[in-house]
């Protein structure tokens, strides 16, 4: 199973920002949400406080297009809102790599790093019982 669990707060810049451009920015990374609508899972972006964000949340039979979309929404995100910041959990028990942890994917001025996780990792036994 794939799994993956998101929040990404949307800024046009590091700095003081332009609300003209962070609108323009929302506006397309809203239209690229709308893929991830087509499959089951939580897809939320809005206006919080003054703010937009990003809530993704899901699990997968197995890692798929679907898998693929949520790091492209990622990518889109950082390029046209490139003050952007934000955490991206996944897990693969399935995936040739890292079975039995999380990887946590966090973006820093609409750049993402992909970093193991320490607190829930590893799977088993630090969350799952040995079977």
Do not use: C
């Not at 997968?60 to 898998?67: D, E, P, V």
Request: charged letters at 25%.
């Amino acid at each position: 199973m794939f799994q993956y669990h998101a929040w990404i707060t949307i800024q046009d810049s590091p700095g003081d920002g332009n609300d003209s451009s962070l609108s323009l920015a929302f506006d397309s990374i809203k239209k690229r949400t709308e893929v991830l609508r087509e499959f089951s899972g939580l897809v939320d972006i809005r206006w919080v406080n003054g703010l937009p964000m990003i809530h993704l949340g899901g699990f997968l039979n197995r890692y798929s297009s679907q898998g693929e979309e949520v790091f492209s929404l990622l990518e889109h995100t950082g390029r046209v809102a490139p003050g952007s910041y934000g955490v991206l959990y996944t897990s693969d028990d399935e995936g040739p790599l890292h079975r039995n942890e999380f990887r946590v994917f966090i973006m820093r001025r609409g750049k993402i790093s992909e970093h193991r996780d320490p607190f829930l990792s590893p799977i088993t036994p630090v969350i799952e019982n040995f079977e």
